[in-house]
């Protein structure tokens, strides 16, 4: 295998660092070991009322890992992702080790790209059919990283999980503590490092909407807008249940998202449902059978809104001589 280079990681970490988070908390730590990047849930960035058992922050560090798979890859380096391999370091979610070089791809190179461009559109989309051969691809970027991705118009279950994304709404809304919660990672300085700034809100809604995105990152300074009635809505699931699983879904959730982008799609969250007890077991009753879900995205043509800022890679980045030994 030649030489990488050393700027193929920092192009890598600056790509990791890009990934999506609840409330853009950013829940990760990076540890460059030689050439092996490991990912460390960070428990201090974790929500505490949203996220207490930290699932929401795995999914954001499996989309890390994978932005940085991707980088590597784009760079002509394969990686092989090791997910919790350490049973006794819980926290350590993923390590990268290098696996020789192979040829980048045009789709390598889409999707690292895309990386950059990838932002939360929380304004309205077109109503604008999405294709039937992207739906497929978008399903395909999900299964290629162990996951699925299912569409809830045609699966049956659009109506039942559109109807607990506004029960959750509305608890969430009702709920101080929720409430609090959200508003503290609200930014009005669209160069914060971290939280949800102003710039990347949507307009409040106007007349009744299919689908409630969430009413705390409506903007009330801009005038309402009608949203699209029938959004099309993927879930993301693995078979398998627990932290492993949620880290590999937070990879194809990435992939999924990735490869939206590059395809000229605008993606949002919808992940109410999953943050309050009572619809997260609805939630899984209704996707009995298929596995867990994990994430509900919604899926359109927009215009291209604000991406957000991110702290630095010197943040969040130990750089480490001594295999085999972390000093936190
Ligand atoms: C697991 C997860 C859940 C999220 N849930 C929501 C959500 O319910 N509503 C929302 O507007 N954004 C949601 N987001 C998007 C984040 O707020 C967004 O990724 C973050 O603010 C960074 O902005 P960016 O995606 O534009 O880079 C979620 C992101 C992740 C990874």
Redesign the pocket.
């Known amino acids: 295998m030649s030489r990488p280079h050393p700027m193929m990681f920092e192009q890598a970490l600056a790509s990791a660092v ?7 908390s950013q829940p990760w730590r990076f540890v460059l070991d030689g050439e092996t990047i490991q990912v460390w849930l960070d428990r201090a960035r974790v929500l505490g009322v949203a996220d207490p058992l930290a699932r ?1 922050a795995r ?2 560090c499996g ?1 890390a890992a994978f932005n940085a798979v991707v980088s590597l890859r784009a760079a002509g380096l394969a990686t092989v992702v090791r997910t919790i391999p350490e049973p006794g370091e819980p926290d350590l979610l993923a390590v990268l080790r290098l696996d020789g070089n192979r040829k980048s791809t045009r789709s390598d190179r889409d999707l690292a790209e895309a990386v950059f461009r ?3 559109n ?1 304004r309205p989309f077109e109503a604008r059919l999405v294709p039937p051969a992207t739906r497929v691809a978008l399903k395909s970027a999900a299964l290629q990283e162990g996951g699925q991705v299912e569409y809830l118009d045609t699966s049956g279950r659009y109506s039942t999980v559109t109807a607990l994304v506004r029960r959750a709404e509305a608890l969430q809304e009702n709920d101080p503590a929720f409430r609090a919660e959200t508003a503290s990672w609200l930014r009005h300085d669209a160069r914060a490092p971290d ?2 700034p102003t710039i ?1 809100t949507g307009p409040p809604p106007y007349g009744t909407r299919a689908v409630s ?2 009413a705390s ?1 409506a903007n009330p300074a801009l005038p309402p807008r009608e949203f699209e009635q029938d959004p099309v809505l993927a879930a993301v699931l693995t078979r398998d249940r627990g932290p492993d699983a949620e880290v590999r879904a ?1 990879m194809a ?1 990435q992939h999924v998202l990735l490869a939206a982008t590059a395809a000229g799609l605008a993606t ?5 449902p999953f943050e309050t007890p009572q619809t997260r077991d609805a939630l899984d009753r209704i996707f009995d059978g298929l596995g867990q879900a994990h ?1 509900l995205l919604r899926v359109g043509y927009g215009q291209p809104t ?3 800022a991110r702290r630095s890679v010197a943040d969040v980045l130990t750089r480490r001589a001594t295999p085999d030994v972390l000093t936190r």
């Open positions: 890009r990934a999506p988070s609840p409330h853009n929401e999914l954001s989309a990838r932002h939360t929380r939280g949800v990347a995105l969430r990152h937070g959730m949002s969250f919808l992940s109410q994430t604000a991406t957000t």
